[in-house]
């Protein structure tokens, strides 16, 4: 079995910019909301190759990704000089300096089991500043692929051995936040065209403030 870093190289250095170079549509959507709280610093967690990193410091934007894959990392110094990344696991993140305005994360938190889910939500915590900004999106239970897989926990398939999908509800996601206080959440469509057929997945994102 691949670890997640043999697994992401070898589909960056498969596929090289898989999802293209537009940033997801969530992330104009997170911009309007940074830029409504005057955020400065964002922190981008499994930042891929730099398709969001690059409208966030395109933007004006002081932005910082984090990505485990080398190959993502040495594609996102090309493709997004602008932002810094470091080379890593969003489990683990202090060896990341500093501390973020806000973080914005796509489709990232889906990809762990729930003790690995809960560790990232608390590492986010702890490298955001008093009252920082969250905006996740994840897989929901209205994705086309909800089901598929061995279910290895509650709403968590494998496709592939090794390699968890969960699905979020809304009182599910609602509930993996419940340090921050919630501010918005909603369903996103998010079109693709990778893999040979152009396809949109059933997102969720979550907008929430660090608490107190
Ligand atoms: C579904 S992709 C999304 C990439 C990027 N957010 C985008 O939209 O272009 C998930 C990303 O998370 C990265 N990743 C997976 N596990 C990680 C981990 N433990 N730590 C840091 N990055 C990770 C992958 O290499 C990949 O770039």
């Given amino acids: 079995m691949y670890s997640d870093k043999e697994f992401w190289d070898k589909r960056f250095d498969d596929e090289g910019k898989v999802w293209g170079e537009i940033p997801s549509k969530s992330a104009h959507h997170a911009m309007e909301l940074f830029r409504k709280h005057a955020v400065k610093s964002i922190l981008i967690p499994g930042s891929g190759y730099g398709r969001n990193t690059r409208l966030f410091s395109a933007s004006g934007f002081d932005v910082t990704g984090i990505e485990i894959s080398t190959t993502a990392c040495e594609l996102a110094k090309q493709f997004d000089p602008a932002s810094k990344v470091y080379e890593g696991s969003v489990l683990e993140m202090s060896f990341v300096p500093g501390t973020f305005d806000a973080i914005y994360c796509f489709n990232t938190l889906h990809l762990f089991c729930e003790n690995d889910r809960r560790q990232f939500l608390q590492e986010c915590l702890g490298k955001l500043v008093e009252a920082g900004l969250a905006f996740f999106t994840a897989f929901s239970e209205e ?21 968890p999908t969960h699905y979020f509800t809304e009182d599910d996601l609602r509930e993996h936040f419940r340090d921050f206080e919630i501010i918005e959440t909603g369903i996103v469509h998010e079109p693709e065209d990778h893999g040979g057929q152009p396809h949109t997945h059933i997102l969720r994102y979550i907008f929430a403030e660090k608490a107190a």
């Fill in 143 to 163: 994705e086309p692929s909800f089901g598929q897989g061995r279910e290895v926990e509650s709403n968590t398939y494998e496709s592939r051995p090794g390699r």
